[in-house]
């Protein structure tokens, strides 16, 4: 079955600094992967995703992150944090099976300092 | 091009009323879902649909009913609301084609956010 991890629940940087947010998953498959955002009260949207091609993967808001088969990592990064940044983060891997077409991570809230 | 729409933003019930939360999509596409999002987990899938008049049992489907009379609408009923069931719930949709889901992006609606008391 595939699982995912986020290892931190909460991560707070300042302004302008790089932001960190770290997912491993587990899968029998290869597997795809996707990062959502979702700011307060809104729903989800996808930042990026990779499907097995290029293991950078670049999104939006000049998001990317890297998939590591061998570490069974897919981190998401950004070079330097905006305040708009702050929301919630889930990283997402592929179900593969009938009822679970996606599986969630439990989520990472990132704050943003002025 | 509205995108995934839901209503009811917001709802109260008492134990043991029935509801049902309405979702709506205009990008004519044939999957649907609905998900359960509690307090500090991720979401988890309830049900789904891979087309008009097809649906499927997801990973917590108990106290819960869908139809999919149409591509746009896929409604969520609640029959017997109970405590449990208060959560925020997302509905979405993604175009799926032959041999690739699991690679599909999915669309999110802005959330119904349901209270049983």
């Known amino acids: 079955a595939q699982s995912v991890t986020q290892l931190d629940s909460h991560v707070s940087v300042s302004e302008g600094t790089p932001v960190l947010l770290r997912c491993n998953y587990s899968?029998?498959?290869?597997?795809?992967l996707f990062w959502y955002v979702q700011h307060p009260n809104k729903g989800l949207q996808l930042l990026l995703k990779?499907?097995?091609?290029?293991?950078l993967v670049k999104g939006i808001n000049g998001f990317e992150a890297e998939f590591k088969k061998s570490e069974t990592s897919f981190h998401l990064t950004k070079p330097s944090a905006h305040m708009s940044d702050a929301a919630e983060y889930f990283c997402?891997?592929?179900?593969?099976?009938?009822?679970?077409?996606?599986?969630f991570g439990k989520g990472t809230r990132l704050s943003v300092i002025a | 091009n509205a995108g995934v729409t839901q209503t009811p933003k917001f709802r109260i019930l008492k134990i043991g009323q029935s509801m049902t939360l309405q979702c709506a999509q205009d990008?004519?596409?044939?999957?649907m879902y609905w998900y359960r999002q509690d307090p500090g987990m991720g979401l988890k899938l309830i049900y789904y649909?891979?087309?008009?008049?097809?649906?499927d049992k997801g990973e917590v489907p108990n106290g819960y009913n869908v139809s999919r009379s149409t591509t746009e609408d896929f409604p969520l009923r609640l029959e017997l609301a109970a405590p449990s069931q208060t959560s925020v719930y997302f509905c979405?949709?993604?175009?799926?084609?032959?041999?690739?889901?699991?690679?599909?992006?999915?669309?999110f609606g802005p959330g119904t956010r349901l209270t049983v008391l």
């Open positions: 979405a949709s993604s175009y799926v084609t032959g041999g690739q889901l699991g690679t599909d992006t999915q669309y």
């Open positions: 899968s029998s498959y290869s597997p795809s």
């Open positions: 990779y499907t097995s091609a290029a293991t």
């Open positions: 997402v891997v592929t179900g593969h099976s009938g009822n679970t077409p996606l599986v």
């Open positions: 990008m004519n596409h044939n999957y």
């Open positions: 649909s891979v087309g008009a008049g097809i649906t």
